[in-house]
């Protein structure tokens, strides 16, 4: 049974109750009219009656209990509230960090529409291939020069492997865009 559910039971359990002052009547009803009047003019005298009354010391009893659990309670849940926070700040973090992701991918979107809204994967996929197979025409025209002596071994190395590394990364793109 959790805390909260005991507390409720008892409550529940004593809500209804009525206290039963028989036993306190019973005292009363052998004294005479001196002594009765006696009880109403000195307040402790009555007091210390009341306080005898049993039901009167179970219901004092059982709010003394109900005061300590609900301390206990209300420390409990003190103490839960440094991981509490730090929850929520991991949350406003986590929230703020979201936010700031959905902006990019919106703007990105945007962007995208914007630059090529008529060409399709396909589209872009057929370009692609054809810049890397110019690519390599341009770099197989300068292995023809450098082999007719026209071009210079520097010159050439540059050139070729500047035109080769590029056509490679455009097949790259293409072969992972099918």
């Known amino acids: ?6 507390w409720n039971h008892m409550y529940q359990e004593t809500k209804h109750q009525k206290p039963n002052f028989t036993s306190a009547f019973g005292l009363l009803t052998h004294l005479e009219v001196d002594e009765l009047r006696a009880y109403l003019n000195d307040d402790d005298k009555f007091e210390n009656i009341v306080k005898d009354v049993k039901e009167l010391k179970d219901i004092e009893t059982e709010k003394e209990m109900v005061m300590a659990s609900n301390r206990s309670l209300a420390e409990f849940n003190l103490s839960k509230e440094p ?7 991991e949350i406003q ?21 914007q ?28 292995a023809k020069k450098f082999l007719g002596g026209s071009l ?10 500047t035109r080769r590394k590029i056509m490679h990364l455009r097949r790259v793109k293409a072969d992972k865009m099918t």
């Open 93 to 113: 973090h986590l929230s703020e960090e979201g936010e700031h992701i959905f902006n990019n991918i919106e703007a990105k979107s945007k962007e995208l529409s």
């Open 152 to 161: 210079d071994i520097d010159g050439f190395l540059e050139q070729f492997s």
């Open 115 to 142: 630059k090529g809204p008529n060409q399709s994967l396909e589209t872009t996929l057929a370009l692609l291939q054809t810049a890397a197979a110019e690519m390599e025409e341009e770099s197989e025209e300068l």
């Open 1 to 6: 049974m959790s805390f909260g559910s005991e």
């Open 83 to 89: 991981h509490f926070n730090r929850r929520k700040q």
